[in-house]
């Protein structure tokens, strides 16, 4: 069972990471072509951060509580349908229809979380190192296909790369539904076993090792994140670049990342 875990926990997250690779680089163009800023791609991209950041701890002790293969499969079809909407924001041009996309994807974006559990469920010791590993590889792997291919796709039309992103997050699902099995085993205890503890993110914080990591994350996402708002529009200013070569460059980001 492990091998088939670990097989599948990288090809969900593989899948994944091209589908937000396809979308992200080329937001900001979305957001001009439907009238809006530079600072409504910030607050898009905020948005769903903010949603992210409230659902994923609920989607975490969920899959405590009932298991990683159910939180993955609803993650997956919450990016399936948001990228559907995102589709039918970028064909009928409305920016309200993005937002909406942008939080659906942001309150079911759990899977990660859920795929690195299920990679501790079934290893231990050197493996869970290299079963992490394999989390990232296919992090990086999907962040240097995804913008490429989106920027290759995006002159068919404009809802091209949305769809490309909701067929690759769909086929996962379908993967998981059928092939992945579940990894978290329910004893009897389970059923008594609070679901959170509210003392938690208190002690995460008066501890200094778990306070150090969570700060370097927090460092480290701003400047993702300020990456992903900023790079594409200072692109096309400065230099008039468009969607392909925004989305080589978010390839070699990545590709460098790896």
């Given at each position: 069972m492990k091998s088939r875990v670990l097989f599948f926990v990288f090809a969900t997250v593989l899948l994944d990471m091209v589908g937000f690779g396809i979308v992200i680089p080329l937001l900001p163009f979305y957001v001009q072509s439907m009238g809006g800023?530079?600072?409504?791609?910030?607050?898009?991209?905020?948005?769903?951060?903010?949603?992210?950041?409230?659902?994923?701890?609920?989607?975490?002790?969920?899959?405590?509580?009932?298991?990683?293969?159910?939180?993955?499969?609803?993650?997956?079809?919450?990016?399936?349908?948001?990228?559907?909407?995102?589709?039918a924001a970028a064909e009928q041009a409305w920016l309200p229809l993005l937002f909406a996309s942008r939080i659906l994807a942001g309150a079911t974006a759990g899977n990660l979380g859920a795929c690195q559990a299920a990679v501790a469920d079934v290893t231990t010791g050197a493996e869970r190192a290299a079963g992490m590993g394999r989390v990232g590889a296919g992090i990086g792997l999907g962040l240097v296909i995804g913008p490429v291919l989106g920027s290759t796709i995006s002159h068919l039309h404009p809802n091209a790369p949305p769809l490309a992103a909701a067929f690759f997050a769909f086929t996962?699902?379908?993967?998981?539904?059928?092939?992945?099995?579940?990894?978290?085993?329910?004893?009897?205890?389970?059923?008594?076993?609070?679901?959170?503890?509210?003392?938690?993110?208190?002690?995460?914080?008066?501890?200094?090792?778990?306070?150090?990591?969570?700060?370097?994350?927090?460092?480290?996402f701003i400047c993702m994140t300020n990456v992903q708002v900023s790079l594409t529009l200072l692109a096309d200013a400065r230099l008039g670049w468009k969607a392909t070569e925004v989305g080589h460059l978010f390839g070699l980001y990545g590709l460098m990342a790896l």
């Open positions: 800023s530079a600072e409504v791609v910030g607050l898009l991209l905020g948005t769903f951060a903010f949603t992210q950041m409230i659902a994923t701890p609920i989607l975490g002790r969920l899959s405590d509580r009932y298991g990683r293969r159910p939180v993955i499969l609803a993650s997956l079809a919450g990016n399936t349908l948001a990228m559907l909407i995102f589709a996962d699902l379908l993967g998981v539904y059928f092939l992945m099995p579940e990894t978290r085993v329910w004893t009897p205890a389970d059923a008594t076993t609070p679901v959170a503890d509210r003392r938690s993110l208190r002690r995460a914080l008066v501890a200094p090792p778990i306070l150090a990591v969570m700060v370097i994350y927090f460092l480290t």
